[in-house]
């Protein structure tokens, strides 16, 4: 059934093809080391999402790996990672860009 599962999601990402572009913020968690399924564009920092996003992309890079990122060791830092970006958008503040090859730690 896992098997099945992940070769139906595996089918279904590489069939969708988003036809619009995000133009507000987006906070990207990523992994310190990267998987390398296929599907995933590991050479790019934004793992794709550059392509559909016009606004500001802020990174923070997670201890870990794509399994292991939403353990409880890095919890405290996703919510204050969250909790930081929202405070900045509240006051108009900038966010660190990972365009302007800034990344959020």
């Known amino acids: 059934m896992l ?7 595996l089918q ?3 069939r969708y093809h988003p036809n619009f572009t995000y133009s507000g913020k987006l906070l990207l968690f990523r ?8 599907g995933i564009k590991g050479l ?7 392509d559909y996003v016009d606004g500001t992309i ?4 997670l201890p870990g790996d794509h399994s292991t990122i939403l353990d409880d ?3 405290s830092v996703v919510v204050a990672s969250v909790v930081e970006h929202a405070r900045r958008l509240q006051r108009c503040e ?3 860009s ?6 959020a730690l």
Do not use: C, M, Y
């Open 3 to 9: 098997k099945r599962t992940f070769t139906v999601n």
């Open 58 to 61: 802020s990174v923070v890079i």
């Open 98 to 103: 990972s365009r302007r090859l800034e990344l």
């Open 73 to 75: 060791a890095n919890q």
């Open 12 to 14: 279904a990402a590489k």
């Open 31 to 38: 992994a310190e080391r990267p998987e390398r399924w296929v």
């Open 44 to 50: 790019d920092a934004l793992h794709g999402w550059g």
């Open 94 to 96: 900038p966010i660190p």
